[in-house]
């Protein structure tokens, strides 16, 4: 199947500083990209998303200046989280659109491994 | 908005029986698509099962089968034979275009497998 990849798998930062997380579609291209955030022993929330060439799509109450998301290719999505601080830390995982010739309800969605951020 | 909801946090059955995930659903919209995901210790999110809003017919994956109720906006996943590595969290998920749109996911069920 598809594969996708996150790097870095973890990251302690301290507070203040800017973190960049990179997701990568390796054996497709990914017009859309998803970053989502999940807490400890609960559920994914949808953060954002990412489309090539194109200005990421927020949910309500995420803060599009703190988490800055890029797409800037076929293949490649980052997420900045900027002046991180220790709310900040969470699980981050992107996933990415793998479009197949059935159109758009038959497309499906591989995930990434996951980012453990800690800010310290 | 839409929502999901799983109503059991966590699950117990003993290897090679059959267990039943309950999920429902909130939306207004009448095409849509809903997913059972898998979430091991390693946190890699794996696709169990999908199911179109469209199609009456439940879909099936091996061990694993839904109980698609769109009228009562109920989606239960049902696995049989339950094995060891069964065990993990299991998500419920909606959107509205299939690969293409963000998901909604619901609080998830911690599901133990008793050997």
């Known amino acids: 199947g598809a594969v996708v990849s996150q790097h870095p798998s973890r990251v302690i930062c301290k507070s203040g500083t800017s973190v960049k997380i990179e997701c990568r579609s390796l054996d497709f291209q990914a017009t859309t990209m998803f970053w989502y955030r999940q807490f400890p022993k609960q559920s994914l929330m949808l953060m954002a998303t990412s489309n090539e060439g194109s200005k990421a799509t927020y949910e309500q109450g995420v803060e599009k200046d703190k988490f800055l998301i890029n797409h800037a290719s076929l293949t490649l999505s980052t997420l900045t989280v900027t002046s991180a601080h220790p709310e900040d830390s969470s699980f981050y995982i992107c996933?990415?659109?793998?479009?197949?010739?059935?159109?758009?309800?038959?497309?499906?969605?591989?995930f990434g491994p996951g980012t453990r951020l800690t800010v310290l | 908005a839409q929502t999901v909801t799983q109503s059991q946090p966590e699950m117990s059955v003993q290897e090679a029986e059959t267990v039943t995930l309950s999920c429902t659903y909130d939306t207004s919209e009448s095409d849509y698509y809903l997913f059972w995901y898998k979430q091991p210790p390693s946190r890699q999110m794996i696709l169990v099962i999908r199911?179109?809003?469209?199609?009456?017919q439940n879909a099936t994956e091996n061990r694993f089968s839904v109980n698609f109720q769109k009228a009562a906006k109920s989606f239960s996943l049902k696995i049989s034979d339950s094995q060891l590595g069964d065990a993990a969290m299991y998500f419920c998920a909606y959107n509205i275009g299939g690969g293409a749109d963000g998901l909604t996911f619901g609080k998830g069920t911690h599901l133990i497998i008793q050997p």
């Open positions: 199911q179109e809003a469209y199609k009456q």
């Open positions: 996933s990415a659109r793998y479009r197949l010739a059935g159109g758009r309800g038959t497309d499906t969605q591989y």
